[in-house]
């Protein structure tokens, strides 16, 4: 089992040590894995490959930083237990399960203790949907109530069976939760090299003063040289530091605010592209955008946003969108075609009057 569509209460025990474990919230499947050195990073792409993580949970009331990190970047709602677990409680927890070794025990623990405070919702849920003959929608059904994207039970199958969801949910949010965080990869390298800039930063400055002792014994005329090209050095190192720190602020506000727009030639899977000229429009579907702005109409179940109802900006080599604007544009449901004709119809009226 496990994949793309497996809702996840994933279990975390950081360390030297990290250790993962991750429990289906529908059956029995679970799997664990540890390792020295986990980076975030890693951790991430292992569970994007297991499922989509809805809980993530530890087995202490005292939240660990990289727990709340994993959680933020699968925007999964935080378990933590009102003590800490004890060793034998744990132990009882995952007796019918089999952990590599203490750390992936502590994590597994966590993850099936989670569950087994949701069970009593999970069950009336379950009860809920049968009789309904809804069944298939457990899972989802489960993450909203978990999250609390929804009040009850009948809210949330309105919010799965309506017109504008099932438009929305084309492509699961696990595509989006790869590209946040590739992009946050890439802030990190992007932190990783402004600290070794500072730290070449701070050699110079120590071989500035270095300098300056022995530019004492050197005439007026050599030390000013000396000194001038060293501060040239330096103010080329500064600006280098500068727009590296602007290129991280950038991937920052893109990652949190925006949706970057992609090419239609490019990897486009859950994002939303930008279709121009004339459009293959079987290939485009193969590529399962979110949404496609153009200037023409595409016969499409996927939805198409006319340029003109919302605002495109560039940041530096990137279109973007706000996230916000896309969502209220595309939970208003409106289609091109219904946009279209209200635009002919005012522009008639203007144009009367």
Not at 43 to 58: F, M, R
Not at 126 to 139: F, I, N, Q, R, V
Not at 202 to 210: F, L, P, S, T, V
Request: a positive charge; glycine letters at 6%.
């Amino acid at each position: 089992m496990g994949g793309l569509f497996t809702k996840l209460i994933v279990g975390v025990d950081p360390g030297m040590i990290t250790a993962v474990a991750a429990v289906d919230i529908n059956s029995d499947f679970y799997c664990t894995f540890s390792k020295r050195g986990f980076s975030f990073s890693e951790i991430c792409d292992h569970l994007v490959n297991v499922g989509e993580p809805v809980v993530v949970a530890t087995d202490t009331m005292h939240l660990p930083d990289a727990v709340k990190k994993i959680s933020a970047a699968f925007n999964s709602r935080l378990f933590l237990p009102k003590r800490n677990l004890l060793v034998g409680e744990k132990k009882r927890l995952i007796e019918e399960k089999h952990a590599g070794n203490d750390h992936e025990r502590d994590a597994l623990a966590s993850a099936v203790y989670a569950k087994e405070f949701f069970l009593p919702l999970f069950k009336k849920i379950d009860a809920a949907l049968e009789k309904k003959g809804l069944s298939h929608l457990s899972a989802d059904i489960k993450e909203l109530l978990i999250k609390n994207e929804a009040g009850n039970i009948e809210q949330a199958i309105r919010l799965l069976t309506s017109v504008e969801q099932k438009q929305l949910k084309i492509v699961p949010r696990i595509i989006e939760t790869k590209e946040i965080i590739k992009l946050r990869q890439r802030a990190g390298k992007l932190e990783q090299e402004k600290i070794r800039l500072e730290k070449v930063i701070g050699e110079m400055a120590a071989e500035n003063k270095r300098l300056a002792k022995e530019a004492e014994m050197l005439s007026k005329k050599d030390e000013s040289r000396l000194v001038n090209n060293l501060r040239k050095s330096i103010a080329a190192v500064l600006e280098e530091k500068n727009k590296l720190e602007n290129e991280y602020k950038e991937f920052r506000e893109l990652s949190s605010k925006y949706e970057i727009i992609a090419d239609i030639g490019e990897a486009a899977a859950g994002r939303v592209i930008m279709a121009k000229g004339n459009i293959d429009v079987k290939r485009m579907e193969e590529m399962q955008p979110k949404a496609v702005i153009s200037d023409d109409f595409i016969d499409t179940y996927i939805p198409v946003i006319h340029p003109e109802r919302i605002e495109l900006k560039s940041i530096g080599k990137f279109l973007v969108i706000d996230k916000k604007q896309l969502g209220d544009v595309l939970q208003s449901g409106e289609t091109f075609l219904d946009w279209l004709g209200k635009y002919k119809s005012r522009y008639q009226h203007e144009t009367k009057a």
